[in-house]
């Protein structure tokens, strides 16, 4: 049973930049992937960006050029990096784990663990 728990949200003005964490526990598996998600109010949730166990890397439209998703596998942690912020970033972001595949598909559906979720907020 994985857990995931994010930190490192918070407000920023448009432009800044903010890094989120995930703590990932509880499997041991080689193949995975790793990714975050956000949903803002109102609106359906939307994957931001994913990481398989070879290091390889999807983006959404949206965030390519201004995201970096990365992993420290000595410290089970995933990071976001986000560069660039803009107002239309705000939403609660949202760590997630895909145990069944080794590749990426950023798509919410195929991830069957999740975090708690952590608060961007993007002011203009």
């Known amino acids: 049973q994985a857990q995931l728990v994010e930190s490192g949200g918070g407000s920023v003005q448009a432009g800044g930049s903010l890094r989120l964490s995930c703590a990932a526990s509880?499997?041991?598996?080689?193949?995975?992937?790793v990714g975050w998600f956000r949903q803002a109010p109102g609106k359906e949730r939307e994957g931001v960006a994913a990481i398989d166990s070879a290091g390889s890397t999807i983006y959404a439209d949206s965030v390519k050029g201004r995201f970096t998703i990365s992993q420290d596998n000595t410290k089970n942690t995933l990071y976001l990096q986000m560069n660039s912020l803009k107002p239309e970033d705000t939403a609660m972001y949202y760590c997630?784990?895909?145990?069944?595949?080794?590749?990426?598909?950023?798509?919410?559906?195929?991830?069957?663990?999740w975090g708690q979720g952590t608060q961007v907020t993007i002011s203009s």
């Open positions: 509880g499997y041991t598996n080689r193949n995975y992937c």
């Open positions: 997630a784990a895909d145990l069944r595949r080794d590749y990426c598909l950023l798509v919410g559906h195929v991830f069957d663990y």
